[in-house]
């Protein structure tokens, strides 16, 4: 584990450095205790990959209210996993695929993978029932995940598009940092930058103010079962998008929130 931590750290610092985060993203991220090892926990293993990559990144709630409603979770499970199907089944010859899911409670279920050793969600391993909701701090983590691993391929010189999808059933109740420390990464990612698509989705209730404040534009809100599934296809279909080639990858992104 000590390798990934250093080469979190050095990652986080290259983004600095060249660009992709800003000094103010830098600090709001040093704010969360244990950073670079929650970070160093989603590194993929140093080795080689194709030109195009495409991180998909998912930060999946698992706190108690979402164990109170096990058909949510099983849901939650059946839409994760359906995820990684589609991006495996419409990902081109070109492109390799990364794969990564975080917990808010559990952290990382394991570093970023090739989509065909991508990880599903089980009743094994995804059984909510303990926790709160630390969605701000969580979030931040996630999208420094993905900086930090899109960072890393780049100076493989590696092209690198970028999907994360943050779950939540509730609002935030626990960590060290605010909407406003979120929204610094995300205005970093989509506003000074065209390869990364940052979404939200609500369960339950209509969560759309929560991720308005944290700066993420592309939200979904799964009110009820259908609205769940509904949204799921939705994402389903712009993952496969986004597994098939950067030219599709720009087309999903033009004209949209990303």
Same mark, same amino acid.
């Given at each position: 584990?000590?390798?990934?931590?250093?080469?979190?750290?050095?990652?986080?610092?290259?983004?600095?450095?060249?660009?992709?985060?800003?000094?103010?993203?830098?600090?709001?991220?040093?704010?969360?205790?244990?950073?670079?090892?929650?970070?160093?926990?989603?590194? !993929?293993?140093? #080795?080689?990959?194709? &030109? +195009? /990559? *495409?991180?998909? $990144?998912?930060?999946?709630?698992?706190?108690?209210?979402?164990?109170?409603?096990?058909?949510?979770?099983?849901?939650?499970?059946?839409?994760?996993?359906?995820?990684?199907?589609?991006? !495996?089944?419409? #990902?081109?010859?070109? &492109? +390799? /695929? *990364?794969?990564? $899911?975080?917990?808010?409670?559990?952290?990382?279920?394991?570093?970023?993978?090739?989509?065909?050793?991508?990880?599903?969600?089980?009743?094994?391993?995804?059984?909510?029932?303990?926790?709160?909701?630390?969605?701000?701090?969580?979030?931040?983590?996630?999208?420094?995940?993905?900086?930090?691993?899109?960072?890393?391929?780049?100076?493989?010189?590696?092209?690198?598009?970028?999907?994360?999808?943050?779950?939540?059933?509730?609002?935030?109740?626990?960590?060290?940092?605010?909407?406003?420390?979120?929204?610094?990464?995300?205005?970093?990612?989509?506003?000074?930058?065209?390869?990364?698509?940052?979404?939200?989705?609500?369960?339950?209730?209509?969560?759309?103010?929560?991720?308005?404040?944290?700066?993420?534009?592309?939200?979904?809100?799964?009110?009820?079962?259908?609205?769940?599934?509904?949204?799921?296809?939705?994402?389903?279909?712009?993952?496969?998008?986004?597994?098939?080639?950067?030219?599709?990858?720009?087309?999903?992104?033009?004209?949209?929130?990303?």
């Amino acid at each position: 584990m000590a390798d990934e931590v250093v080469r979190a750290k050095n990652a986080l610092w290259g983004a600095v450095a060249g660009g992709d985060i800003s000094e103010e993203t830098s600090a709001a991220l040093r704010q969360v205790p244990d950073v670079a090892w929650a970070i160093g926990r989603a590194m !993929a293993p140093d #080795r080689y990959f194709d &030109t +195009e /990559v *495409l991180l998909v $990144t998912v930060l999946v709630d698992d706190s108690w209210s979402i164990g109170s409603y096990p058909a949510r979770a099983e849901a939650l499970r059946n839409g994760h996993n359906r995820m990684i199907e589609e991006a !495996a089944r419409q #990902r081109s010859d070109r &492109t +390799e /695929v *990364l794969f990564h $899911t975080r917990f808010f409670t559990k952290a990382a279920l394991g570093p970023y993978a090739a989509i065909d050793r991508a990880i599903a969600l089980s009743v094994e391993n995804y059984s909510p029932d303990i926790g709160q909701t630390p969605l701000y701090q969580q979030s931040l983590i996630t999208l420094g995940s993905v900086i930090a691993q899109a960072r890393l391929l780049t100076e493989r010189g590696c092209r690198v598009r970028t999907y994360t999808l943050l779950i939540t059933d509730g609002e935030n109740n626990a960590g060290l940092t605010s909407a406003a420390d979120v929204r610094l990464m995300v205005v970093d990612m989509l506003d000074f930058a065209s390869n990364h698509i940052i979404a939200g989705m609500g369960i339950g209730e209509h969560y759309e103010w929560v991720f308005r404040e944290m700066g993420i534009r592309r939200i979904y809100s799964a009110a009820d079962p259908k609205a769940l599934d509904d949204a799921f296809q939705e994402i389903r279909t712009d993952v496969g998008i986004a597994a098939s080639s950067e030219l599709a990858f720009k087309e999903l992104t033009a004209g949209s929130s990303q």
